[in-house]
Structures are given as structure tokens and as C-alpha cells.
């Protein structure tokens, strides 16, 4: 039997996730559900895309993500199930997929199209549901959509390098709940385009020139009295690889985070300068 998680930004206050998990024990009475998340920012298709690619290779080959985000169907928002690394994706096609199969391509594509036989205002219920648990029970992607080649990439969520390799311009991508900055700067791009090179990272108005490796290495030879570092800012690439504004044991009732210290939120500008 397949795990089967769920990623939605349904929040917990409503019924659409226990509707969901009841949907898939009546069809599947032994299924082993897992909750990713279902606090993705209403309708942030950037935000899902980074949660999905850190967290669906922590699960075993085989497993089905159902993902809810911005998922009602239209002509321009088809609904798609993807075969990658050994898991299977059900989502909209609308984007959120891409951080994934920017490195790792699909091994087949369909266009779901047994909405000809549901008419649904809540298609993640009535359709995902049972393609997640027809794959659960080992049927082909062929036999619930027309295989395709083509799906929705989203351009605005990779970094841009300049010409003259001197300059990364990125944007945050998610703000996590420590409220700490995460930009779509990679350490791989970082490394690749620096060469080692002195840099400048830009965030609003203030600057770093320093990446650290982990969070309490701001505290340098003063371990014992970290308390006079709360609230510091810092820049790292945090566990996902991807490059951190953060603030040293941000709380959001007292010391505040990144977010709101630095003044930054989703989609401004993170820029790297190479010297």
C-alpha cells in the first residue's frame, strides 16, 4: 500500500482536508496518509513548489503527493499526474511542479480526464482522490489521462545571472515560521557562478558580505552569553541548500523575524555581486 501525502492550503479551521482523508479510507480502508502541509499561503504556487521539492524525497519510492493548491479546474489551470523519481505527483498544471523537474525530468505526464465523468467544485476531493488511490492500487497514469509532453514551467521562480557573471539576481520564495527570508539562490548557482570570488548580497537595504554555516556560528568565541545576539541578522544556505536571510533565534511575539526586521516579503529581490 503507497503512502499518500497531502499538500494543500485548505488551513485546518474547515472541513476540506478531513473530507479529503475520509474520501481515501472509504476507498482505501488500510491507506497510510501523511500531512506534508496545509498552511501554503492561499493560492502561492512559489511557496508549494519549494515545500514539495524538500520534502518529497524523504519519502520512499511509490509514493502518491496529492497537491491542493489553486487546483479548481479550468482551461488554462488543466489538472495533470506526473511520474518523477520514482513518485507520482497529482496537481493543477499550473507551475508548482517546476523546482522539481527543472533537475529532475518526468517519466510520464498525462492530462487527467475523468472530468468527464465528475462535474466538481472541490476537484481535489472528487478527482485527485481517485487517482491517488487508482495508482495506490497499481493502475497505469495512461488509463486515467492522454499522455503529454508539455506542462507549465513558472521562469520567474529561477534566479537570472547577468552577462558578465558578476551579478545573481533572485527573489524569496518562502518566508518559513521563524519568519526567515528563503530566496531561490542555490548554493550550487552561488559556488558555480562565484568561483571563489568576494561577493555582496543585497536584501533591501542592507548588505552582507559573510555566509555562515550555521545559525550559531554568529555567536564567534562568545558561546556562553548568546542571549546579546538575539535578533542579529545573518545569510547562510540553510538545509535545503538555498541561500537564508535569517535572524539569529527569531521570535516573531518578541525579537521579530527577517520578514519584519528587514522590511523583505515574497517575491522582492535578492541580488548576489561578484568582485
Avoid: W
Avoid at 25 to 42: C, F, M
Avoid at 49 to 72: C, M, Q, R, W
Wanted: with cysteine; net charge negative; glycine share 8%.
Amino acid at each position: 500500500m503507497s503512502i499518500i501525502t497531502l499538500t494543500t492550503d485548505f488551513g485546518t479551521k474547515d472541513h476540506f482536508v478531513g473530507a479529503v482523508k475520509g474520501a481515501i479510507y472509504s476507498e482505501l480502508p488500510d491507506a497510510k496518509i501523511v500531512d506534508i502541509t496545509h498552511h501554503i499561503s492561499p493560492f502561492n504556487i512559489t511557496e508549494t513548489a519549494y515545500i514539495l521539492k524538500n520534502s518529497y524525497k524523504s519519502f520512499p519510492e511509490g509514493t502518491i503527493h496529492i497537491i491542493g493548491v489553486d487546483s479548481e479546474l479550468s482551461d488554462t489551470n488543466k489538472h495533470i499526474a506526473l511520474a518523477i523519481d520514482n513518485h507520482y505527483f497529482i496537481c493543477p498544471d499550473n507551475g508548482l511542479i517546476c523546482m522539481i523537474t527543472k533537475d529532475i525530468k518526468p517519466t510520464k505526464v498525462v492530462e487527467i480526464n475523468i472530468h468527464d465523468r465528475i462535474e466538481s467544485s472541490f476537484p481535489v476531493l472528487d478527482v485527485f482522490v481517485q487517482v491517488a488511490c487508482f495508482i495506490s492500487r497499481g493502475g497505469n497514469l495512461t488509463v486515467i489521462g492522454k499522455e503529454t509532453a508539455s506542462f507549465k514551467e513558472m521562469t520567474e521562480i529561477q534566479p537570472k545571472v547577468s552577462q558578465d557573471q558578476k551579478t545573481i539576481t533572485g527573489g524569496v520564495i518562502y518566508i518559513d515560521n521563524y519568519g526567515n527570508i528563503i530566496s531561490n539562490i542555490n548554493k550550487k548557482l552561488f559556488v558555480d557562478i562565484g568561483k571563489g570570488r568576494n561577493f555582496k548580497i543585497s536584501a533591501a537595504r542592507y548588505t552582507f558580505t559573510k555566509i555562515v554555516h550555521k545559525y550559531n556560528e554568529i555567536l564567534g568565541e562568545n558561546p556562553s552569553d548568546s542571549r546579546q545576539f538575539d535578533g542579529n541578522k545573518l545569510a547562510l544556505f540553510n538545509s535545503a541548500g538555498y541561500l537564508e536571510i535569517a535572524i539569529y533565534r527569531s521570535n516573531l511575539k518578541t525579537v521579530g523575524g527577517a520578514t519584519s526586521l528587514l522590511g523583505l516579503d515574497y517575491r522582492d529581490t535578492i541580488t548576489v555581486e561578484f568582485t
